[in-house]
């Protein structure tokens, strides 16, 4: 069997940043469902792992909670962003962006176009 | 900054921790649900459907650890944990627990206390700004012996421009007499440059002081009070700015009034609750003219410029006064020796207390060590009923840091406990126990419990339980698991290595109280000697009572100008008091003579030409002298050893007499072989008095037996006695001797010199016995607090020696019980302990012996009329030691001897 790719450190908050930016208010189980479904099958995430992290967040400021009721009726925790967590949302994305595009650029060079 | 806002994010954590993990827990068990729920629809089995969610999550209770690791401070947390089984550890033993407390609050205590006088008197004995600026000045000609000879205004000027001190100021306590309230008074003053207040750093909190560059002849009209005075005689009068006041006659004005808090410097307790400062330019009128030899014997302090070393200070004054003595080299003979000696001011005025803090601090710290060590020796002891406990815990997989540590928290706490119950019973007390604090103790009202004396308690209290619960953790956490776990409850037998640690302890106790017992037995004999020394005079039923005449600046309007007029006064006096009942005798002196009691500012010594000895240009000695009336002798019991007392013949107009003791004798006409010349009949020269330079020559008349009346410890100090009719003197002593109340003698014979001359104060009545007493104080504090140190460490040791037999005899129950079944008898068994309490006994005392011979030699300086190495008190301190440890040991040894084998073997 392959060995799937772990988690970079730091992109899991990105990733659920993200989410909850595009989603709207989230409980945990539906973030881990949102990230499972894009990621697919290729990211190996214990789903436990997940909620040290909102906790985490919510104590920097960049998501808030609060009880609400899911779809079938249970009582869950609702995650929301706020306006600091969409700042730091654009700040790593931007960060992401150039590191990525900077890794590219390093992986496009050929041996020839060196001079 | 990110690691700070994580810590504090830690923190936060730490408080709300358990909200946290429980959050945790019902979010992961809800995912959980979740999951399982959505497995079932999709068609598993519901054990298949809750494997796979619990798969997917992940190790939960792994996770939440980690992140409780991650974001909470363990440390701390284990250390609240720790703590609170502490606290239930103590709370379960209260014996145990209480006596440990009060033992560790007795070693804290006593040691803050101590602490708390040293902070005000050695730490803090100035309470100016800047304090280590400040020096005090000593002229001196070594060639001659002579000391603190004073400076002459050109000197001072020369100093003042020497660019080493910022200022130099003089200064010359006295008492002067108020007059305008209702009754005279007396009052402490001091006459003092106008820099005196610019160069201890203080000013005025009402008005303002002098300007310290002002420099008129003669005094100035403008004079500081102390907050005292203006509260005491003034009613705190705002409006006393410019107010004038009567000082021996003379007008001044106020001009400032000093802050509530401030304490003049001084040697004296007198001197440093002076009440009202004058300047002067100490020349011109009534001064004698500024010449360079014409010094006047005043104090002289300065400040340095900043950044000076007292040492560079030095430095620079040396090559100045070789400079002055190229310049002026008829002023400074080369065989006088003239050197001016500069010392940290701080260090003067705590000079003589010194020695005795020191060795109270060492006492007190010893006895703290007594304390801290028997605490460790009842950890140890509860160290081997806790052998299993520790087993267990580590057999549990508990690391060995991590039973140290806790270890260690549980004996902090005690110490901590015991430091804090030391304090707060100290703050509770601190009123009762400064009674005890001699008087004479240099800034006595300025000692209290500070924030300062707090932290010291805590730094104590911590250090010692780190030091003192170390070894206990360390040995009672490292054990074999399989020999304890398996020898059940039987204790340890095994644990060598913490009996002999136990042994050490109960020796150093024994050692260090023997050190203790030993320096307080010496100062006791000190003490003894110094009470039963042969005084030379006779203090019982003698009262003293002060007075003193004005002392206007112009000789002419004082009416006691000349021994004539002063003698009418003295007469009628005198005359007068010995009508009141119960009197049998009177005299009156001057301050000087007041025996034992006067302090250091009235000793007035004066060179002592000797005719036919020394050419007028050299130097002479300086001899103490005492103005008294022809019954001061009698009255004062002292005997005469040759030639004459002075007699009602000699008055003004009859040539000068006077009397010297024997020790004057001794040293100032040895004669030719040694053997000692009749001084009776020679002529002298004294010279010096501040402008009353006499240059008439004085016969010596008689020879007095020494009396101790300078000093208890010193038997003969060279002394010469004038008559009071023929020198007048402004600072009266009168005495009575006889059957008087000495709570009304003071105002009858207030009335008495009243009736005379209505503006005269009358101050400060003591019984001659009352001095002798107090002037042992400062002897007597130290050793009643060393000899209580020594009796706590006694009762500690033996305690401690007694737990220690106690304990081993517990040990060995099994062992006893097995020789008594075999037939031993009881008596051997008695022996058999006993003799475990005398070898601790002797190894200690052996021990304490040296430290003794060590701490008896440094302080040789505080003992009197016994030898540091005292036979008598070292072996009656050993043999009382032996006792009381042959004593503690004899309680277990009994118990021992009364085991009852059957029992005994049966319950192991």
């Known amino acids: 069997m392959k060995e799937k790719p772990d988690v970079l450190q730091g992109t899991l908050a990105l990733m659920v940043l993200k989410t909850l930016d595009v989603l709207g208010p989230q409980h945990g189980y539906g973030i881990a469902r949102r990230i499972e479904q894009i990621s697919g099958d290729i990211l190996a995430l214990n789903q436990g792992t997940l909620y040290p992290l909102l906790l985490k967040l919510e104590h920097e400021g960049s998501i808030v909670s609060q009880w609400g009721a899911s779809e079938n009726n249970r009582r869950a925790r609702f995650y929301r962003i706020t306006v600091t967590g969409r700042k730091q949302l654009q700040t790593e994305t931007r960060d992401w962006n150039q590191t990525a595009a900077i890794i590219a650029r390093f992986f496009e060079v050929k041996a020839e176009d060196l001079p | ?908």
């Open chain 2, 1 to 908: 900054m990110k690691f700070l806002r994580r810590f504090f994010i830690r923190l936060s954590n730490f408080s709300t921790g358990r909200r946290a993990d429980q959050r945790l827990q019902e979010e992961m068990a809800e995912h959980l649900a979740l999951q399982t729920e959505e497995n079932l629809r999709a068609g598993m089995s519901p054990s298949e459907a809750r494997r796979q969610a619990a798969l997917k999550l992940g190790a939960a209770q792994a996770i939440r650890e980690h992140h409780n690791a991650e974001q909470s401070l363990p440390l701390a947390e284990n250390l609240l944990l720790d703590i609170r089984y502490a606290f239930r550890r103590l709370h379960r033993s209260p014996g145990f627990s209480l006596i440990a407390i009060a033992t560790i609050a007795l070693g804290v205590g006593a040691t803050t206390a101590i602490y708390s006088i040293i902070d005000a008197t050695l730490l803090h004995p100035l309470p100016y700004p800047n304090p280590s600026e400040l020096v005090r000045l000593e002229a001196n000609l070594t060639g001659v012996g002579a000391h603190d000879i004073g400076l002459s205004i050109p000197e001072l000027r020369d100093l003042q421009n020497s660019g080493v001190f910022q200022y130099v100021s003089l200064s010359f306590y006295g008492t002067n007499n108020l007059t305008g309230s209702t009754q005279p008074a007396s009052i402490s003053s001091k006459s003092v440059s106008p820099s005196y207040f610019a160069a201890l750093g203080v000013d005025a909190q009402l008005g303002r002081t002098w300007d310290p560059h002002d420099a008129t002849p003669g005094f100035l009209p403008d004079v500081v009070i102390s907050d005292g005075l203006w509260k005491r005689e003034f009613g705190a009068d705002p409006h006393i700015l410019g107010k004038s006041l009567r000082l021996d006659n003379d007008v001044y004005h106020v001009m400032g009034v000093m802050p509530a808090s401030f304490r003049d410097q001084g040697q004296t307790s007198d001197e440093r609750s002076t009440d009202l400062w004058a300047a002067a330019g100490f020349y011109g009128d009534p001064a004698p003219p500024p010449m360079r030899a014409t010094r006047f014997p005043f104090e002289t302090i300065a400040r340095l410029q900043p950044g000076l070393s007292p040492e560079a200070a030095q430095g620079r004054l040396d090559a100045l006064i070789a400079q002055l003595k190229k310049q002026y080299p008829a002023d400074y003979p080369t065989q006088g020796g003239w050197t001016i000696h500069l010392t940290p001011l701080a260090e003067t005025l705590v000079g003589k207390v010194r020695q005795s803090l020191i060795l109270l601090f060492g006492a007190v710290g010893l006895v703290l060590l007594i304390s801290c060590v028997n605490v460790a020796n009842l950890l140890l002891a509860r160290a081997s009923a806790r052998g299993r406990e520790m087993a267990v815990r580590q057999a549990l997989g508990a690391a060995r840091m991590r039973l140290i540590r806790q270890l260690l928290t549980e004996s902090l706490l005690l110490f901590v406990l015991g430091g804090i119950t030391g304090f707060a019973v100290l703050f509770c007390a601190r009123k009762f126990l400064l009674q005890f604090v001699p008087e004479s103790l240099p800034r006595l009202n300025d000692i209290s419990i500070s924030w300062g004396v707090l932290a010291f308690a805590v730094v104590v209290s911590v250090a010692a339980g780190t030091i003192f619960g170390l070894a206990p953790a360390w040995l009672t956490s490292r054990l074999n698991l399989n020999a304890t776990l398996r020898q059940e409850g039987r204790g340890s037998n095994g644990s060598q290595r913490r009996s002999r640690l136990r042994h050490a302890l109960v020796i150093g106790e024994l050692a260090l109280s023997l050190v203790l017992m030993i320096a307080a037995g010496l100062l006791l004999r000190s003490f003894w000697d110094l009470f039963k020394v042969q005084l030379g005079f006779n203090p019982t039923r003698v009262v003293a009572i002060e007075t003193s005449l004005p002392n206007p600046n112009d000789p002419k309007t004082d009416i006691y100008h000349t021994a004539t007029q002063e003698a009418v006064l003295l007469r009628e006096v005198l005359r007068r008091s010995r009508t009141i009942p119960g009197v049998e005798e009177t005299a009156v002196s001057d301050r000087a003579a007041i025996p034992l009691g006067h302090s250091q500012n009235d000793r007035r010594a004066v060179p002592l030409f000797r005719e036919g000895q020394e050419a007028q240009s050299n130097q002479p000695p300086l001899i103490d002298t005492s103005i008294v009336s022809p019954e001061y002798f009698h009255l004062l019991g002292m005997t005469l050893m040759r030639g004459r007392p002075f007699v009602d013949q000699d008055v003004e107009d009859t040539p000068l007499v006077a009397v010297i003791n024997q020790a004057a004798a001794r040293v100032y006409w040895p004669g030719k072989d040694g053997k000692g010349e009749d001084p009776v009949g020679k002529r002298v020269l004294l010279l010096g008095r501040l402008g009353r330079a006499n240059p008439d020559w004085t016969t010596i008349v008689g020879v007095i037996g020494d009396a101790r009346t300078e000093s208890l410890a010193d038997a003969g100090v060279p002394q010469i006695y004038l008559d009071i009719y023929q020198r007048p003197a402004k600072f009266l002593a009168f005495y009575v001797r006889g059957q008087v109340d000495p709570a009304a003698i003071s105002a009858q014979v207030r009335t008495q010199i009243q009736s005379v001359d209505a503006e005269l104060p009358v101050f400060r009545k003591e019984t001659l016995d009352d001095v002798l007493s107090s002037s042992l104080s400062v002897r007597r504090f130290s050793m009643e607090m060393v000899a209580l140190f020594a009796a706590t460490a006694l009762l500690l040791a033996a305690l401690g020696i007694y737990g220690t037999i106690s304990f081993l005899v517990n040990e060995q129950s099994r062992e006893i019980a097995i020789r008594l079944a075999l037939g031993a008898q009881r008596r051997a068994i008695l022996k058999m302990v006993l003799r475990q309490g005398l070898t601790l006994a002797a190894a200690g005392a052996g021990v304490g012996l040296v430290g003794a011979l060590i701490v008896s030699h440094l302080m040789a300086g505080l003992l009197y009329g016994v030898s540091p190495y005292d036979l008598f008190t070292f072996s009656g301190v050993t043999a009382v030691l032996t006792a009381v440890a042959i004593a503690a040991s004899y309680a277990p040894a009994l118990r021992a001897m009364r085991l009852d084998p059957i029992a005994t073997l049966h319950a192991e």
